[in-house]
């Protein structure tokens, strides 16, 4: 009972943080109301979260790897392909080698194996955080898709990393031939295990489905089977559970092109899916609130570990922390984006200079945040001789340090940035859609037809089936017609096209109300309410 209680106050504080941050009449992310109203949790309630490393990482981390794998545009993340490499694998790698030497440096204390964990999981960047950030300022979508496609990578690396430094330092060794051999081991395995479980699950639900039918509920049930399983048979082979679920995800979006699933799964899905991503985004903010009391409480200890008597030298160890990854990203995203430009440079031409407003969002955007806290909480809390983890408490003050300080200071310094930001000109995808549409009505008519003359063969009425038939083909005729036409024309009938859109929302709202009124009055039974509403609500999505 006690763990349901606890569960169950977390889920309530995430719904309160998300009503509480629209409501404040200045814009502060979702994630600081979150870290605060758990503060208050952990301040007011007697009992504490015991948070099991293995656990915590085994309930968060795959189903949010997974998702955004499974959702991240894959023809944005292939167009930025280098420049998510080189953001996500070089960034890095020069992160753990650089902050390690640094932290180890401001803190001697600090095993070097630690001062590495701790530069790994600081290195990995969290998009959500950045989105609720810039909530109230848009974030330009190619920008948005670097940062998604980065932190969908550097997860992994980081914590790919963070499992390397845990070795070093319960084993006091550390080989780079046997490192690396382990890495690509861990990748190559990690990966493979995610693609192939993914293909073998989707296949076996596909042929169950087609033979017997499709069960709605069993369908989501699956698709929230696949990260954990993923996870746990890559790690049962010692390799990247992270990867596998990243894989995986990254698979089920090809999988799901190729085998079709009912509208009412993917619909249905989509919503559990959209839940679970904001309750465990939300979960994990709340529970690094949770915890800060505990944290805050054994400070003396903490910052006796640095050979200090004065806390304040931790502020200092964090800002330090701080600005050696900003200066880090800063030089790195300035590298990076030259070089793309140097790249892009034809006949000799002089490449244009990188942006310092462009350069100084992409190095703010990189906020520390579920993945970092979700990272720290698996240090182990005991040697394999069963003495305490070296250092154990000061790299978890000092990464949610981190994770606050990026927090604010991003929430300050990028709605700035990003007022006014000019991004290089986007193609339009237009024409894409208009010859997507225009298929597709082209494949509707001929369905119709066929249809039409199975359904009337030797009746009657075929004449009422020819009416029916015609009806709907105008519909798409006139789709076809629209989409056809010259790119000013076009433009024209897009104006219509979102006004006629205005006006329909507007009917189908009235259209509900009205449904609800009768309901209320009780001149329609519930289930004609239901069924009314729900057809309403499919309509209203279709032109939102």
Known sequence: METVSIVLILLLAVVISSAVSRMLPVSIPTPLVQIALGALIGLGVNQRVELDPELFLLLFLPPLLFLDGWRIPKDELLKDLSTVVELALGLVLLTVVGMGFLIHWMIPAMPLAVAFALAAVISPTDPIAVSAIAARVPIPKRMMHILEGESLLNDASGLVCLRFAIAAALTGSFSASQAALSFLWMAVIGIGVGV???????????????????????????????????????????????????????????????????????????????TIQFAANGIIFVLLGEQLPGILSGLDETVQMTGHANPWWLAFYVGAIMVGLAVLRFIWVWVSLRITLLRQAQNGATPPRAPWRLVATMSFAGVRGAITLAGVLTLPLVMGDGTPFPGRELAIFLATGVILLSLVMASVVLPILLCDLKMPAEPSKQAEENKARIAAAEAAIKAIERAQHALSKGRNDADVYATAAVRIMDVYRERIENRSLSDEANGATLRTDLIERDLRIAAITAEREEVFRLARNRKVGSETAKKLVRELDLLEVRYK
């Open 196 to 274: 192939v479980l993914t293909l073998v699950v989707t296949r076996a639900k596909a042929w169950v489905s087609e033979r017997f039918g499709e069960e709605t509920g069993s369908q989501i049930l699956i698709s929230l089977l696949i990260p954990f399983g993923s996870y746990l048979l890559a790690e049962h082979f010692h390799a990247s559970g992270i990867l596998a679920a990243v894989a995986a995800g990254v698979t089920m979006s090809f999988a799901e092109i190729s085998r079709q699933a009912l509208a009412m799964t993917r619909m249905g899905r989509n919503s559990v899916w959209d």
